[in-house]
């Protein structure tokens, strides 16, 4: 019941900074928590960042700490993941992700109902 859609993947140098979108549409979007994930060539999809319903809460992995952000509009119906310092480490697709009204966590891959297409992040040295 809920559509994702991410946006602003692109080719950056590294030490840039790069501004992801995820626009989502269908069921009240306030109602879900929601994440980052990202998955590079030959690894698994690994998590980012989770905000909660209200944006209250946010957690990140260990790796982006200090240098991205993530935020939400519930007004516009968008999450946003802000990255600074970028690192040819974050070359990944990066993906949008929402949760369910009650999720197992949000920490994880299997906390979430809803997926985007994918957005192509490539940072160059």
């Known amino acids: 019941q809920v559509q994702l859609v991410e946006s602003g993947g692109g080719l950056v140098q590294a030490g840039g900074s790069l501004r992801l979108a995820c626009a989502a549409s269908g069921r009240t979007f306030s109602n879900n928590a929601m994440g980052w994930f990202r998955q590079a060539p030959g690894k698994e999809r690994e998590f980012v960042a989770a905000i909660s319903r209200r944006g209250g809460s946010t957690s990140y992995a260990n790796s982006v700490v200090g240098r991205f952000t993530i935020s939400r509009d519930n007004g516009k119906n968008t999450i946003y993941l802000q990255m600074n310092s970028l690192k040819p480490e974050g070359t990944a697709v990066y993906y949008c992700?929402?949760?369910?009204?009650?999720?197992?966590?949000?920490?994880?891959?299997?906390?979430?109902?809803?997926w985007g297409q994918g957005t192509q992040v490539t940072v160059s040295s």
């Open positions: 992700a929402a949760a369910g009204f009650q999720t197992s966590g949000l920490t994880t891959v299997s906390g979430y109902d809803y």
